[in-house]
C-alpha cells in the first residue's frame, strides 16, 4: 500500500497559538485517485491543504509525497499544485503566459513552454485560447485553466481548495461531473477539499470526513452514507432525522430509546452498545421512511407511527415532506414517493410511517 | 424644466473647478508666457521674439543647472522608488491590523511638521558640529569635525526625505489590492522570490509605481527649499535660478522662460517616462 500511495500523512498536526487546527491526522492517497476531504467551516481542512501545499509547517508528523519527506520543503519545490478557492489566475498575463508561468520558473525553452501549453489547453478543452486576457473567459473555463496551469506540470499530486465555491449552482453540477472526467483522463491524484457533501460524494473515490481537526472516518461515498461512524458523520453526509433520547432496551445490536418528546423508536448501532439510561441519538435518512395511508402490518421491532402533515416541500424527485408527532411535536423529514399515492397530500392530514430499524443508527451522546 | 434644473445644477458644480483652471492656471500661464516672449529693448520698450530662451541656451551655467536639476530629480526619484517599495511591500503585505495602521500613521507623523523645520532637522543631524559629526569624532571614526552638509548627498537625502510619503501611499494602496493567493500561486507554480516579484508583484504594482514617481518626480523637480538650505550656495538647483531672476534680477521676462521651461521639461520627462512604462495617465493617476 505504501509503495502505491502518493500522499502519505502521518500523526500530522498543527498548532496556533490558542488551538490545534489539525490534530493527529493519518491517512494515505493512493495513486491515481480522487480523495476527497469534507467537513464544515473552521474544521481545519485548509490548514491541512496548506501543509500538502507547503504553506504551512506541521508542528510534528510527517507528510510523504512520493515517498519523499516534505518537511522543510517550500511551496515551490514540492511535485503538488494547487488550484485555489479564487482560482488565482494571474490577471497580468493572458492565458498562455498564466499557463506557461510554471515551465517558464523551470526554465523549459520557449517553443517547448509554447507546444506543450497548446496540448494542456486542448486537453481541458479550451485549444487557442492563449492569447486572450483573464477577465474575457467565463467562470468554467477560469476553472479549467486554472487546472491546465497546474497539470501542465505534471503534478504527482493535484490539490484543489474548494474551487467550485465561487460558481453559480448550474455551473457547479456541470463541472463537478467534468472535474471528475478529468481527473480520470489525466490518472493524477486530486486531493480536493470541500464543505459541500454532494460534490465529495459524487466524485471522490475515497472521501475523508474532518471535525474539530481530526478525521472521524475515511471511506468511499456509499460507506460514509450507510455505515457512518459516528454521530457527527450520520448528521454531515447525507439528509438525516436526529433524535434524542434516553436508553430503554438494548436487544443485541437493537436499541430503544425514548425521545425527549416521548416517542419510543429504534435504531442499529454498530459503534458500541449504549448502557440503559445513557442518552443516545437515532439517526434516520428521509428515504428509509416509508409513508402509509393505512396503519402497517408490521413485523416486530418495525418503527411505526401516526403523524400530522406539517408541510410538503415539492422538488420533483427530491421532495419532501414534513410531519409533525401528534404528542411529542416532533418532526421528521420523509421522503415523498413519486408514485402518485400521495399526490394531494395537504396539511393537516395524517399518515403513517413504518422503518426498519437496521436502516436507522443509533450512537451514544458524546460526552459522558 | 427639471432638465434645465439639472443642467443649472451641473455648471454650477462645474463653476469652482472652471474658475480654478481658468484664473489659476490658465490665465497665469498665459500671462508668464506672453512675459517670456517679450524681449527688453530700452527703458520701457519691448519686443516680441524668443530671445530670452536663447539666453538660456547660450549661458552654460543655465543649462547646465537645468540637466544637473533633472537628473538629480530623476535619480531622487528612483532613489525613492527602491527605499520605498520595500516598506510598502512590508506594510501591506505583511503586517495584519493594527500594526499595518500604527506603521503607515509613522510614516505619516513628519508631514504634520512643516517641511521647512523637518529640513532643519537634517540640518542640526547633518551639520560641521551637529549630531552625526559628533557622534562619529566621539566613536574616533573622524579626528576633526566634519561638514555633512551643502553637498549633492545631503540635497538628495533631504529630497528622499521630503518626498517618499508621496511614494509610500499609493504602492501601499496597490500593493494591498494585490491578492494574497496570486503571491502564493506562484510560489506553488515552482516560482522563486524574485521571479514572483518581477512577474506578479511589479507588473500589479506598475500604476502605483508610475503614480509614485510622477509625483516625487515633480515635487524634487519644483522644490525651493531643501536644495537651497541643505545645498547650500552651490546647490544650483532650476527653481532657484528662477528665484534670482525674479526677486534678485528683476528680469521678469527670463524668469518666466526659465519658468516654461520647467514646464516643458517637467511633462516631456513624465511624457517619456509613462510610454517606458507602458502606462496611461488615466490609468496611473486617475484611481
Given at each position: 500500500?505504501?509503495s502505491?500511495?502518493?500522499l502519505v500523512?502521518r500523526?500530522?498536526?498543527?498548532?496556533?497559538?490558542?488551538?490545534?487546527?489539525v490534530d493527529?491526522?493519518n491517512f494515505?492517497v493512493?495513486?491515481g485517485s480522487?480523495?476527497s476531504?469534507?467537513g464544515p467551516?473552521?474544521?481545519g481542512?485548509?490548514t491541512?491543504?496548506r501543509m500538502?501545499a507547503g504553506?504551512?509547517?506541521?508542528?510534528?508528523?510527517?507528510?510523504l509525497?512520493?515517498?519523499?519527506?516534505?518537511?522543510?520543503v517550500g511551496?515551490n519545490?514540492r511535485?503538488?499544485?494547487m488550484?485555489?478557492?479564487?482560482?488565482?489566475l494571474?490577471p497580468?498575463?493572458?492565458?498562455?503566459k498564466?499557463v506557461g508561468f510554471?515551465l517558464?520558473?523551470?526554465?523549459?525553452?520557449e517553443?517547448?513552454?509554447?507546444t506543450?501549453?497548446g496540448?494542456?489547453?486542448?486537453?481541458v478543452?479550451?485549444?487557442?485560447?492563449q492569447d486572450?486576457s483573464?477577465?474575457q473567459?467565463?467562470?468554467?473555463?477560469?476553472?479549467r485553466?486554472a487546472i491546465?496551469r497546474?497539470m501542465?506540470?505534471?503534478p504527482d499530486v493535484?490539490?484543489l481548495d474548494e474551487p467550485?465555491?465561487?460558481?453559480?449552482l448550474k455551473?457547479r453540477e456541470?463541472?463537478?461531473?467534468?472535474?471528475?472526467t478529468?481527473?480520470a483522463?489525466?490518472?493524477?491524484?486530486f486531493?480536493?477539499?470541500?464543505?459541500?457533501?454532494?460534490e465529495?460524494l459524487?466524485?471522490?473515490?475515497?472521501?475523508?470526513?474532518?471535525n474539530n481537526g481530526?478525521?472521524?472516518q475515511?471511506?468511499t461515498a456509499?460507506?460514509?452514507?450507510?455505515?457512518?461512524?459516528?454521530?457527527?458523520?450520520?448528521?454531515f453526509?447525507g439528509?438525516?432525522?436526529?433524535?434524542?433520547?434516553k436508553?430503554?432496551?438494548?436487544?443485541?445490536q437493537?436499541?430503544?430509546i425514548?425521545t425527549d418528546?416521548?416517542a419510543?423508536?429504534r435504531g442499529?448501532t454498530?459503534?458500541?452498545?449504549?448502557a440503559?439510561g445513557?442518552?443516545?441519538?437515532?439517526f434516520?435518512?428521509?428515504e428509509?421512511?416509508?409513508l402509509?395511508?393505512?396503519?402497517?402490518?408490521?413485523?416486530d421491532?418495525m418503527?411505526?407511527?401516526e403523524?400530522?402533515?406539517?408541510?410538503v416541500?415539492?422538488?420533483?424527485?427530491?421532495s419532501?415532506v414534513?410531519?409533525r408527532?401528534?404528542?411529542s411535536?416532533?418532526?421528521?423529514?420523509?421522503?415523498?414517493p413519486?408514485?402518485?399515492?400521495?399526490l394531494?397530500?395537504?396539511?393537516?392530514?395524517?399518515?403513517?410511517?413504518?422503518?426498519?430499524?437496521?436502516q436507522?443508527?443509533c450512537?451514544a451522546?458524546?460526552g459522558? | 424644466?427639471?432638465?434645465d434644473?439639472s443642467k443649472l445644477?451641473?455648471?454650477?458644480?462645474?463653476?469652482?473647478?472652471?474658475l480654478w483652471?481658468v484664473?489659476l492656471?490658465?490665465?497665469p500661464?498665459?500671462?508668464?508666457?506672453a512675459?517670456?516672449?517679450?524681449?527688453k529693448v530700452g527703458?520701457r520698450?519691448?519686443?516680441?521674439?524668443f530671445?530670452n530662451y536663447?539666453v538660456?541656451?547660450?549661458?552654460?551655467?543655465?543649462?547646465?543647472?537645468?540637466?544637473?536639476?533633472a537628473?538629480m530629480s530623476i535619480?531622487t526619484?528612483?532613489?525613492?522608488l527602491?527605499?520605498g517599495?520595500?516598506?510598502?511591500y512590508y506594510?501591506?503585505?505583511?503586517?495584519r491590523?493594527?500594526?499595518?495602521?500604527?506603521?503607515?500613521?509613522?510614516?505619516?507623523?513628519?508631514?504634520?511638521v512643516?517641511?521647512?523645520?523637518?529640513?532643519f532637522?537634517?540640518m542640526?543631524?547633518l551639520?560641521?558640529t551637529?549630531?552625526?559629526s559628533?557622534f562619529?569624532q566621539?566613536?574616533g571614526?573622524i579626528?576633526?569635525p566634519?561638514?555633512?552638509?551643502y553637498?549633492d548627498a545631503?540635497?538628495?537625502?533631504?529630497?528622499v526625505?521630503?518626498s517618499i510619503l508621496?511614494m509610500?501611499?499609493?504602492?501601499?494602496?496597490t500593493?494591498d489590492?494585490?491578492?494574497?493567493?496570486?503571491?502564493?500561486?506562484?510560489?506553488?507554480?515552482g516560482?522563486s522570490g524574485?521571479?514572483i516579484?518581477?512577474?506578479?508583484?511589479i507588473p500589479?504594482?506598475?500604476?502605483g509605481?508610475v503614480?509614485g514617481?510622477?509625483?516625487?518626480?515633480?515635487?524634487?523637480l519644483?522644490?525651493?527649499?531643501?536644495?537651497i538650505?541643505?545645498g547650500?550656495?552651490d546647490?544650483l538647483?532650476f527653481?532657484?535660478l528662477?528665484y534670482?531672476?525674479f526677486?534678485?534680477?528683476f528680469?521678469?521676462?527670463l524668469g518666466?522662460?526659465?519658468?516654461?521651461l520647467?514646464l516643458a521639461?517637467?511633462?516631456t520627462?513624465?511624457?517619456l517616462?509613462?510610454?517606458?512604462s507602458?502606462?496611461?495617465?488615466?490609468n496611473?493617476m486617475?484611481?
Open positions: 500500500m505504501t502505491t500511495a502518493d500523512c500523526d500530522l498536526t498543527k498548532d496556533f497559538t490558542d488551538f490545534r487546527a493527529h491526522v494515505e493512493p495513486n480522487f480523495f476531504i469534507l467551516s473552521g474544521c481542512k485548509t491541512l491543504l500538502i504553506f504551512q509547517f506541521p508542528t510534528s508528523g510527517d507528510l509525497i512520493k515517498g519523499k519527506s516534505m518537511i522543510g511551496p519545490k511535485p503538488v499544485s488550484v485555489f478557492q479564487h482560482l488565482a494571474f497580468m498575463m493572458n492565458i498562455g498564466n510554471g517558464r520558473q523551470r526554465g523549459v525553452a517553443a517547448e513552454i509554447k506543450r501549453v496540448r494542456i489547453l486542448e486537453r478543452g479550451l485549444p487557442g485560447i486572450r483573464v477577465d473567459l467565463s467562470g468554467g473555463q477560469k476553472q485553466v491546465a497546474c501542465v506540470l505534471e493535484l490539490l467550485l465555491g465561487a460558481l453559480d455551473l456541470h463541472m463537478k461531473i467534468e472535474l471528475k478529468l481527473q483522463e489525466f490518472n493524477t491524484t486531493v480536493y477539499i470541500t464543505h459541500d457533501q454532494s465529495a459524487v466524485m471522490s473515490d475515497n472521501i475523508a470526513v474532518m481530526r478525521f472521524d475515511i471511506g456509499e460507506e460514509l452514507y450507510y455505515e457512518p461512524s459516528n454521530a457527527f458523520v450520520a448528521g453526509v439528509d438525516a432525522n436526529r433524535f434524542d433520547g436508553v430503554v432496551g438494548v436487544d443485541g437493537i436499541v430503544s425514548v418528546g416521548g419510543e423508536m442499529k454498530t459503534a458500541g452498545v449504549p440503559m445513557q442518552r443516545a441519538q437515532i434516520v435518512r428521509p428509509a421512511i416509508a402509509l395511508k393505512d396503519p402497517a402490518q408490521t413485523a421491532h418503527n411505526t407511527g403523524w400530522i402533515v406539517d408541510s416541500l415539492f422538488n420533483g424527485a427530491n419532501l414534513i410531519l408527532h401528534p404528542k411535536g416532533e418532526t421528521i423529514h420523509a421522503t415523498l413519486q408514485t402518485g399515492t400521495f394531494g397530500l395537504s396539511k393537516g392530514q395524517s399518515v403513517h410511517t413504518s422503518w426498519a430499524p437496521e436507522a443508527r450512537f451522546t458524546e459522558q | 424644466m427639471r432638465s434644473q445644477g451641473f455648471y454650477l458644480l462645474l463653476s469652482p473647478l472652471l483652471l484664473t492656471i490658465i490665465l500661464h498665459m500671462g508668464l508666457f512675459v517670456s516672449i517679450s524681449e527703458v520698450e519691448y519686443e516680441t521674439g530671445g536663447a538660456f541656451f547660450n549661458e552654460p551655467l543655465y543649462w547646465r543647472t537645468f540637466a544637473r536639476t537628473i535619480m526619484t528612483v532613489l525613492t527602491l527605499l517599495f520595500p516598506i510598502a506594510i501591506a503585505k505583511l503586517m491590523g493594527r500594526a499595518k495602521t500604527t506603521l503607515f500613521l509613522m510614516c505619516l507623523i513628519p508631514f504634520w512643516s517641511e521647512l523645520v523637518r529640513t532637522g537634517w542640526i543631524l551639520r560641521e551637529g549630531v552625526l559628533n562619529l566621539f566613536t571614526v579626528d576633526g566634519v561638514e555633512f552638509l553637498n545631503a540635497i538628495m537625502v533631504g529630497l526625505y521630503t508621496f509610500i501611499v499609493p504602492l501601499v494602496t500593493l489590492s494585490l491578492d494574497d493567493s496570486l503571491i502564493e500561486a506562484g510560489y506553488d507554480l516560482g524574485f521571479s516579484l518581477r512577474e506578479i508583484v500589479h504594482a506598475m500604476p509605481i503614480s514617481c510622477i509625483v516625487v518626480f515633480m515635487l524634487s519644483g522644490n525651493y527649499l531643501t536644495p538650505l541643505l547650500g550656495k546647490s538647483w527653481t532657484g528662477i534670482t531672476q526677486i534678485t534680477r528680469n521678469w521676462e518666466s522662460a526659465f519658468g516654461f520647467l521639461l517637467s511633462s520627462i513624465v511624457f517616462g509613462l510610454k517606458l507602458r502606462q496611461s495617465l488615466t496611473t486617475g484611481r
